[in-house]
């Protein structure tokens, strides 16, 4: 298990075509790609969207992303983000 100050985190978008459909933080990018799958998320690309960080950074990374997108449509998330 990963403790706060190792940088093994990164920041990530599914993609449907160029169309953002979700914004996540992983430390493991295949599993969590098959895990979306899994999930029924339809999407064509995972995209890294940031180098490793701590899981931390990455969290506040990923909200950041979040908020960014939702000023950007009409304050809307992406099909699969609920926060």
Do not use: C, P
């Not at 029924?40 to 931390?56: A, C, D, Y």
Request: hydrophobic share 15%.
């Amino acid at each position: 298990m990963s403790n706060s100050k190792n940088r093994d985190t990164f920041t990530y978008e599914l993609k449907q075509g160029n169309k953002i459909v979700y914004i996540g933080e992983t430390n493991d990018i295949e599993a969590t790609e098959q895990r979306h799958k899994d999930y029924g998320k339809k999407f064509t690309k995972i995209v890294k969207t940031s180098n490793k960080m701590t899981k931390n950074s990455a969290q506040q990374r990923e909200t950041e992303n979040l908020e960014r997108y939702r000023r950007n449509h009409k304050n809307k998330n992406t099909k699969y983000n609920e926060k």
